[in-house]
């Protein structure tokens, strides 16, 4: 195979609707902002990815630190390890974090991408492993037991194995009485996981977590500001249930310190933070050292294929935010994701992609 080299970067912002609003204790999500990158290459390979912005606000910013970032880009193969190594030390002073990372990680899925179509080989193949059935949860925000109650019951019927519900109410009983409602709706076969989406504080949260210890919670995410590893650590000590963290960790690097401070028992990095696939490699290797299951973050399409090689791998978050603008979205089957290629399995539906352009 001949080296690609890059000739083009091109980017494309939209504003995708989603299945079902995601409510959180921290803000709600009604449409999916994403940046659409194109690596285009000499050779005729272009490889593909998407960045989800959380809000409209971010796609303007995110476009221009693209037009910047892209002549120290063109010209150069698509080599992802080289490519990282690039821009860590471009921009060490400033450090790999906020758009600038989410930018540099989607970027590297791209090349990854590209990698996989010029090989006509799916991503996982690439990085030494083989296709295979993921298990998946479903994932909500807030949910109302009487509204949500036929999604809630068709989310178990397509052979969800787990569901995640967002809580973090003002008032602690509201949480109790939400898990409990789900609870009761799911049965006790299907996994139930909680997220408090960063809202409360230590000691709030070892008393909510204690109020929700006999509703047998798969686990319990973010309970408190991600950055607060000693928070983290002092939550995860006096509870019972599983502490999950790690979608707001920048690069492996973050990793490291969250196993290092002992601030979780699970590990869900996010491919857009963690510095793609070229860092999610970086942060597995940590993993499995610590013996941690890993489970991923938003991006099912990516997520298929990196999970397939990680020892420890766990869960695959089912939450289509890009659905709507793939020619093929990936698909649940018996409860499970398997990885799609060549490539990452992106293509653009370039009708819808027109259709929601921002």
Known sequence: MNELIIRDIVARAVVVPIARPV??????IEAAPLVLIDVVTEQ?????????????????PLLALLDALRPELL??????????????????????????????????????????KAANRPVVELLGGEIKPLKAYDSYGMVDAQRDEAALRHS?????????????YPDAKQDVASVRAVR???????????????????????????????????????PV????????AQVRQAVSVNIQTGENWWFPRDAQSAISAGATDLMMP??????????????????QAASIPMSSHLFIEA??????????????????????????????HEGKISARGPGLGLVWDEQAVARYQY
Not at 305 to 318: G, I, M, N, R, S
């Open 303 to 332: 997520s298929a294929h990196v999970l397939a090689v990680t020892p420890t791998c766990d869960w695959l978050e089912f939450l289509d935010f890009a659905g709507a603008i793939l020619d093929e979205p990936y698909r649940l």
């Open 225 to 232: 500001l991600a950055e607060d590893l000693q928070g983290h």
């Open 75 to 116: 010209g150069l193969p698509v080599v992802p390890f080289t490519r990282m190594q690039q821009m860590e030390k471009r921009f060490r002073l400033l450090g790999l974090h906020g758009l600038l990372g989410m930018l540099v990680s989607t970027l590297d899925m791209a090349y990854w991408d590209a990698l996989g």
């Open 184 to 222: 009761e709706m799911i049965g006790s076969d299907i996994a139930l996981m909680v997220d408090f989406n960063q809202s409360l504080q230590p000691t709030e949260a070892i008393r909510r977590i204690r109020m929700l210890e006999d509703f047998d919670l798969h686990w319990v995410e973010e």
């Open 23 to 28: 409510h959180t204790a921290s803000g709600s």
């Open 156 to 168: 178990v019927a397509q052979g969800f194995a787990g569901i995640k519900i967002k809580i973090g």
């Open 44 to 60: 005729g390979i272009t490889g593909s990815a998407y960045l989800f912005g959380y809000s409209n606000h971010t796609l303007k």
């Open 270 to 287: 996010d491919l857009m933070k963690i510095g793609g696939i070229t860092g999610w490699l970086g942060a597995m290797g940590q993993a």
